[in-house]
């Protein structure tokens, strides 16, 4: 069946950093996929998409790449801030079904 | 103005009691969600509503039962509530069944005791 899987966290990183947090899907359709951000006390909020191959996904300085080759929408973002500590998701659509991964948790230092 | 609407925010109950919680979208979505997020963040689908339709009725326990009035509510009754239930709960609603993604309201923390 489908799924999901990411990088366990939490990730800790100096403001400034380079930020990668790591995804992988297995499918049996064709998957539109997802980033979601949770911020504390808060609910889910998309942060970006991709609806096919080689789609770039882009929102606030984030990116993710969407890979059938290698199956994988990676996260990543030049320069992390104090405020993108939070909780991402990876997730894919597939046959009208949602899969949620685990969850990145993200703790940015100053 | 806010997008998905659930209430309440906190809910505070003893074992055994029955509650409901309510969710509310003004998007003109057709489709909305009932999800748990455990205390790992784990999020788990448990109901899904397609103009009023069920299409999605995860396994979870009988004591859960979700009420759609019309396409913009979707409740949660969750009936002699147990410790376990404690979680935070999430409505969601999307168009075109969640291809261009879902929409999610700020929770509802349930703790039962």
């Known amino acids: 069946g489908d799924s999901v899987t990411q990088m366990e966290g939490p990730v800790t990183l100096s403001e400034e950093a380079f930020l990668t947090i790591n995804c992988t899907y297995t499918?049996?359709?064709?998957?539109?996929l997802f980033w979601y951000v949770q911020y504390p006390g808060e609910g889910l909020q998309l942060l970006l998409k991709?609806?096919?191959?080689?789609d770039k996904g882009s929102n606030k300085g984030f990116e993710a790449t969407y890979r059938k080759e290698t199956t994988s929408f990676h996260l990543e973002k030049g320069s992390v801030q104090v405020s993108d500590s939070a909780v991402y998701f990876c997730a894919l659509i597939d046959f009208n079904k949602f899969y949620f991964g685990s969850g990145t948790k993200l703790n940015v230092k100053p | 103005d806010t997008a998905v609407s659930q209430t309440p925010k906190y809910l505070v109950t003893q074992m055994g009691n029955d509650k409901s919680i309510k969710c509310e979208q003004n998007?003109?979505?057709?489709?909305m969600y009932w999800y748990k997020q455990d205390s790992k963040k784990f999020l788990k689908i448990m109901f899904s509503y397609n103009n009023k339709e069920l299409i999605i009725n995860e396994t979870v326990p009988n004591r859960f039962s979700p009420k759609s009035p019309d396409k913009a509510h979707l409740n949660l009754h969750i009936n002699s509530l147990e410790l376990g239930d404690s979680a935070v709960y999430f409505c969601?609603?999307?168009?075109?069944?969640?291809?261009?993604?879902?929409?999610f309201g700020s929770g509802t923390r349930l703790t039962v005791v």
């Open positions: 991709a609806t096919k191959a080689d």
């Open positions: 969601a609603s999307s168009q075109d069944r969640g291809y261009h993604g879902y929409t």
């Open positions: 499918a049996t359709g064709y998957p539109s």
């Open positions: 998007l003109g979505h057709d489709t």
